[in-house]
């Protein structure tokens, strides 16, 4: 990560100049895809679905390709109708502008990765960190608390250079969304004074039904839920006298239950909450088993992001995530628990 990534004005400088690419862009009528990570979260659909509304408001085809439907309990966000589901069908099609949206390396778009590449030209919008310069047409802001942020910024810039409305009640949802997710509810230590001020400004000026969002995004929960949780729950484990809490879930656990991987949802973060726990770890077996996907919460000066690197994967310096190929879960079990009690004494 760049020291200048740090700096305000040249993220405000990154933020006019995207903009401004995308303004002129968008009057050619072009073609645009507009690609969230996979295992879409509510910041990578609410900030793809709201770029999506904005560049066709300014002229643009715009397609917001998922590698997955949405999660159920994405299912109430605006717009998430229109998500275009990745086939095979479509690998060869060429999009005039390709945008990833909450992630900055293409392997993270798994099967859209070509269809991603194929495209005349590319723009990126992020806050995670990557260990590569910023190029062109990359707007990527660790110290923005989400990519519905920087979405909200660009908009801006947007709304200013074409000199009509662009924001509205479905865009105010979606960022909104995905701003209270990323922060968890602006109470994260990554929650900005900007994040606030945008969330005052939505509110003010839209139609937005804050209860109805939180009871959406994180009271709403199911029986299945709660069985899955405490099956998870009941099996975890500590390592480094306490320190480390884990837990791994054989996919039989999972079907017992008849639990999808979004009943896992922030069970990591939960984990991590209990007294005496600077590192939680979930790992899980993916649906077919060919792959452990692992999430990690630190509270402590192990760096997630640099740990998750380790095996491939990539995220925040407390929330991160990767995926394992060609081991049992119990081999990855004993590695990444290894890792993390290497990493903690390290820093500590
Ligand atoms: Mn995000």
Avoid at 115 to 138: K, T
Avoid at 148 to 164: D, G, K, P, W
Avoid at 238 to 265: F, Q
Wanted: hydrophobic content about 45%.
């Amino acid at each position: 990560m760049s020291s200048l990534n740090h700096d305000q004005d040249l993220v405000a400088k990154n933020i006019s100049q995207l903009a401004g690419y995308l303004f002129d862009l968008s009057r050619k009528k072009p073609s645009v895809g507009i690609f969230p990570h996979a295992r879409a979260d509510a910041d990578a659909l609410g900030a793809a679905l709201s770029l999506a509304i904005a560049l066709r408001a300014l002229g643009a085809e715009v397609e917001v390709i998922a590698e997955e439907k949405a999660a159920p309990s994405l299912q109430f966000l605006p717009q998430v109708q229109s998500i275009v589901l990745y086939s095979n069908a479509m690998a060869l099609k060429q999009f005039d502008l390709a945008v990833a949206v909450d992630l900055n390396t293409p392997d993270r778009l798994e099967k859209r990765e070509r269809l991603f590449l194929n495209a005349s030209r590319h723009a990126i919008v992020d806050h995670h960190v990557r260990d590569q310069e910023q190029g062109e047409n990359e707007l990527i802001y660790t110290g923005s608390s989400s990519t519905c942020e920087l979405m909200f910024q660009l908009i801006s810039v947007l709304e200013t250079l074409s000199a009509r409305k662009i924001f509205n009640d479905d865009i105010a949802v979606l960022l909104i969304s995905g701003m209270m997710t990323d922060t968890g509810r602006f109470s994260y230590s990554n929650t900005t004074p900007l994040a606030l001020r945008q969330m005052a400004r939505l509110i003010e000026d839209f139609n937005v039904d804050l209860a109805f969002l939180t009871h959406e995004l994180f009271e709403r929960t199911t029986v299945t839920q709660l069985q899955i949780r405490g099956d998870v729950l009941a099996s975890i484990k500590l390592a480094a006298g306490g320190r480390i809490l884990y837990a791994s879930v054989p996919r039989e656990m999972m079907n017992k239950r008849k639990a999808t991987d979004d009943h896992l949802d922030y069970l990591s973060s939960d984990m991590r909450e209990a007294d005496g726990v600077d590192v939680s770890i979930l790992l899980r077996e993916s649906p077919d088993r060919s792959e452990i996907h692992g999430s990690v919460r630190s509270n402590s000066c192990l760096n997630a992001a640099e740990f998750a690197q380790v095996f491939g994967g990539g995220g925040h310096v407390r929330a991160s995530g990767f995926t394992i190929a060609g081991m049992s879960l119990a081999e990855a079990e004993a590695e990444v628990v290894a890792q993390a009690e290497k990493m903690l004494e390290q820093c500590s």
